[in-house]
């Protein structure tokens, strides 16, 4: 395995993140109704075009118009899940990368068996938080995240932490959610995922961090996250972005 | 009847404010989709958990895993009437609390009629603004609670006024919605509803009084009012909740 | 044609500004599930009173009691097809203005079908962005606005420019969905589109030219845009307003 490739760092961060501002890719998500909107104000501020229908009458336009695709669990039901297995049919069809947010599946045993049942459709990556992931299980052949104060990162072979973040992004709805968007931004424009998603994960992480010292507590956190993921420049990610590696 | 423990004083909500925070108490919420995370980050912000799904398949694992229920009628068809079925039944099976918020049934005959269906199933709560609660008519075996500029609430025999909040209150979408939320959290941590309920809109009365001369109008009004509601302390309670009290 | 009359000036926005907060029309929104808050906020921060609920069992009741009704086509399905055209037969039968904002219907075939089936049952207004206007074709019959950097609105005879936006309204999602809401407010108590809907414009375009400097990047300006909303004054509006004229 070429290293350089394979292992990223935080100049590939900042090439990324410009690279997504240059290229804008459109990233169409069937994301929960909660968080719709945040995720979409996170999508737009680090340079991607979101879209958000998940009506079974149009997906199949907004899929084939998008780069990538993000499936978040949220408010699932029977039409929800044709609806998302149409969207994954396609994404798989036309080789474009598709990200899983199991979000929840620790409530319900129904939505646990979907999210299994997307698993091995072959998503590029599923990201969960620890209670999802250890649910989740073993995912073959594809990158697994597990985020928390550390973001652990595996593709089987290597592992990959991204210790950046705030404490205030748990207090915030949709913080989750928004960087499962970033990721998928970040996978429209590079092929190696595992490169792609510690990338994400450090500008949503870094930005976190920049914004806490000017915000008074979850509702200015939530608002000043957007403007510095918005304004965030490749010193700042060259300068905070703590991106660690571990051969499995 | 003990004084004592019926009658809800600023101590009262300041102990129970910090019991939420130490219990942290899971509000499952039946929630229109225009406020979903507005009243997501309010629970969150006063310590609780909030979740939001409204989906026939998983509502019942959902309320399964909960403390406590919100039941806000925006929205209503079919589905989502059997769904708040559902999902009251559960609550009462499991003598878990609930809370009604009728929004808008002064707009709808068919959701006022609604609404007086499962007043009859005996919520905890029924909260609603003055045109609401005059079309609900008498709420027998449960708190009543009409707010407004000053908030009333009654058990049928004792009365309590809330007279905490902010007329910006008023041009914030969903801020009625956050507060029936809140209620939940502390129903949750207390079975005296009139205590529970008391302390909740002080707590959110008095947030919003400190946000308001942080904000320059209501968009930076409703950021404020999450930022106090998180850093909302004991003192700020003592010092501003204003609870009165006066015998049916 | 009476030009005093029939084009608007910022005197007239002033005016009409004056007359939404004295009146305070009901605009009821089906607007995508993305944007809800966002645009209830903006309508209420004009002075309008905002509805939202899109479900068969209730679009009757609600379209009875709001003066305008917006239609927005995000999130499009059988039944809520099937709603949109319900308030329109309504809103047309009872006299009532209302508008259409082809949202994304260049993204989508079937969406593009319903929207030329809508303006065929005569839209007071039609608001979208250069691409979806371009496929929407002639707009006859009504008022037709084509937003971006310059507003352009004819009703077929005159035509009328806004100039006035900021760029960071392109980062906030929703700031489109949330003009059609003001445009709604505005008609609502202006029976002269071209005039109401300029005032409109320059009402939302004033304000966010007016946030700007208030803001660190597209979080706080959204903010700071529902801050200057609320209190944009007859001042700001004769001092900032761009409308311009240009006989067809």
Redesign the interface.
């Known amino acids: 395995m070429n290293e350089s490739v394979s292992r990223p760092t935080a100049a590939d961060a900042a090439e990324l993140l410009a690279r997504v501002r240059a290229r804008r890719p459109r990233v169409h998500c069937l994301m ?7 995720t ?2 996170g999508i ?2 680090v340079g991607a075009i ?9 997906i199949a ?2 899929v084939a ?1 998008a780069d990538v695709l993000t499936v978040n669990l ?5 039409e ?1 899940r044709h609806v998302i297995r149409i969207a994954v049919d396609m994404a798989n069809a036309g080789g474009k990368p598709w990200i899983l947010d199991p979000v ?1 599946c620790d ?5 646990l068996a979907f999210a299994r049942d997307l698993i091995a459709l072959g998503p590029t990556v599923v990201r969960g938080n620890r209670a999802e992931m250890a649910l989740i299980g073993e995912v073959r052949a594809s990158l697994a995240i597990e985020t928390g104060p550390v973001d652990h990162l595996s593709d089987g072979s290597v592992q990959v932490t991204v210790e950046n973040g705030h404490v205030w992004m748990a ?4 913080t989750g959610c928004l960087s499962g968007g970033v990721i998928a931004a970040f996978l429209a424009v590079e092929g190696n995922a595992l490169k792609a998603a510690a990338a994400a994960l450090a500008t949503t992480g870094v930005a976190a961090e920049l914004a806490a010292p ?7 956190f ?10 965030l420049s490749a010193d700042d990610l060259l300068k905070h972005a703590r991106i660690r590696h571990a051969t499995a």
Chains 1, 2, 3 share one sequence.
């Open positions: 929960n109704s909660v968080v719709q909107k945040f979409a104000d737009t501020a979101p879209s958000m229908t998940s009506s079974l009458d149009e336009d907004f118009r949220g408010t699932l039901d029977a929800r929840h409530y319900s045993p129904g939505r207090g915030v709805t949709g000017e915000a008074r507590g979850p509702g200015s939530g608002i000043a996250f957007l403007d510095t993921l918005a304004s």
